[in-house]
């Protein structure tokens, strides 16, 4: 059984240099984390010692993606300039592992029109499928109206969106993510909790702007088993009375929006996902290089599952292989 991992990060140093100019001292807590060590090591291996990791935990394509922020913290200018040479960067190592390795797009969404353009040319001249996104840019939530050039790009493409979290922006971090010692403030505000929210919310902010009734074809994937939002739907329903939507907001979870667990190996989210949107919308992702568990990890996630084969291997390959043949290159 084939098995895809959908959210396998990586990095270019071109764009950890942009990182640090701009925030030299790494006040973001994932900076400190991607240019640390192993870890940024491994970000910015596209080659040998991926392949090997991939090996490892059972994983047969990886497809890459920039960690966050990706070019998101960055000015519009600068970022623009550097979203063509980082997916240079993804094709040219697809190209050198064919068959391991597939790619998302990364998109200077501080300059929306300009990175529109480029989600077209990864899609349609390097082979890219998709781009991920983080949830904020420049302190505004991705549902303004300035970045829809963007989704109407991909809905033209019929190409997905992998929508990312990333942390707070430092009001809101101060406000609730502060107070504790700086590891316990770090990870509150971002793996164990902050970002998961962010997340969540900016794709019902998303729902509620309308962004899926203007672009019907428009296909998001949230990872971390639905970034909180999908546990809460039966409550989030009350937003109906109020909107002026073409349908129920949880409705918008099963025709527009796909699953990964994004490195939570949770047999019990599982279930409560394929309750809540079914298995045609779940897929798999690990999370590399943030999440590593023993050897096999991947694979034996899904063999252990209590699901049906031909379930299983939806999830494995078969969502997957489904979403990218229908692109439009």
Known sequence: MKLYGLEEHMATAEVMQAWQRRDPGLTEPMMKWALAGDTRRD????????????????????????????????????????????????????????????????LATPAPAAAADELRRAVTRLGLNGALVNAHSGGRSLDAPEFWDIFEAAADLRAPIYLHPRAPVPVVTDAYYRGFDAPVDALLATGAFGWHYEAGLTVLRMIVAGVFDRFPDLQIILGHWGEVVLFYLDRIAILDAV???????????????????????????????????????????????????????????????????????????????????????
Do not use: C
């Open 43 to 106: 970000l910015l291996d596209l080659d040998d010692g991926r392949i090997a990791a991939m090996d490892d935990a059972g994983i047969d394509t990886a497809v890459l993606s920039f960690t966050t922020p990706g070019l998101q913290s960055l000015d519009g200018p600068e970022a623009a300039a550097l979203q063509g040479p980082a997916n240079d960067a993804i094709a040219a190592a697809v190209r050198r592992h064919p068959g391991r390795l597939q790619g998302f797009a990364t």
């Open 243 to 329: 909107t002026s939507l073409q349908r129920p907001i949880a409705e918008y979870f099963r025709s527009n929006i796909h699953i990964t667990p994004g490195g939570i190996s949770s047999h019990k989210y599982l279930r409560w996902s394929l309750e809540t949107v079914g298995v045609d919308r779940i897929m798999y992702a690990s999370d590399y290089p943030f999440n590593r568990e023993r050897a096999g990890s991947a694979r034996r996630f899904l063999a252990e599952a209590p699901i049906s084969d031909a379930d299983r291997a939806r999830i494995a390959f078969r969502n997957w292989e489904e979403l990218i043949a229908g692109i439009r290159r």
